[in-house]
């Protein structure tokens, strides 16, 4: 029996522009054909494995604030590039390496990176991100408290206290776009 090809595990997610997964399998199931890659982590408890995740990829390390920037920088890259250019929009998870159960925080700011993508006009999306954009639209009024009453909230609380929460808050709302490795363009 030969190994599968990319085109033929539907776990990679390829015949969509704008993918969804967890962790870093995920980024790696579903980041290796694309060209921009961000990384959803609502709080912020681990620092982002760039070297650990696709080659030849863009990173981002995403901010709910700046999610409209996020998408105003894939259709930058997009016209740069000339063509139809591959989002991975992954939600970190704690250990990224092997998330435990389910990282809230992480789906609603994949979610909302996504909602930001749909609404330029980037919408070919996996169903699997329609799933994590619809969650976010029915839960962006309620995201604060999401943050400090889910799992991940309530242990960063207990580990590091309430101010830590807080803090994650403050970097979830920041409008910086901040891009952690550029996506070369061929000269």
Same mark, same amino acid.
């Given at each position: 029996? %030969? ?5 033929? *595990? ?17 980024? *790696? ?55 139809? %250019? ?16 389910? =990282? ?20 070919? %999306?996996? =169903? ?11 839960? *962006? ?12 909230? *309530? ?30 363009? =061929?000269?």
């Amino acid at each position: 029996m %030969t190994a599968p090809h990319d085109d033929d *595990r539907p776990d990679a997610q390829l015949r969509y522009q704008v993918r969804f997964d967890v962790g870093l399998d995920g980024a *790696r199931r579903i980041g290796g054909s694309a060209h921009l890659l961000v990384w959803c982590d609502g709080l912020a408890t681990e620092p982002v494995p760039v070297d650990a995740l696709p080659p030849h990829v863009e990173v981002i390390d995403a901010r709910c604030g700046a999610a409209a920037s996020i998408a105003e920088r894939l259709l930058t890259l997009q016209a740069a590039r000339g063509e139809r %250019t591959m989002v991975a929009v992954v939600a970190a998870g704690s250990p990224v390496e092997a998330p435990e159960g389910v =990282p809230v925080e992480d789906h609603l700011l994949a979610g909302a990176v996504i909602d930001a993508l749909g609404a330029v006009g980037i919408d070919a %999306t996996s =169903p699997e991100a329609a799933v994590a954009a619809a969650g976010y639209q029915g839960l *962006r009024g309620a995201v604060a408290h999401m943050l400090s009453a889910s799992v991940g909230g *309530r242990m960063l609380a207990a580990s590091e206290g309430p101010d830590a929460v807080r803090a994650a808050r403050e970097r979830w709302e920041s409008a910086e776009l901040v891009v952690l490795r550029e996506f070369d363009l =061929p000269a």
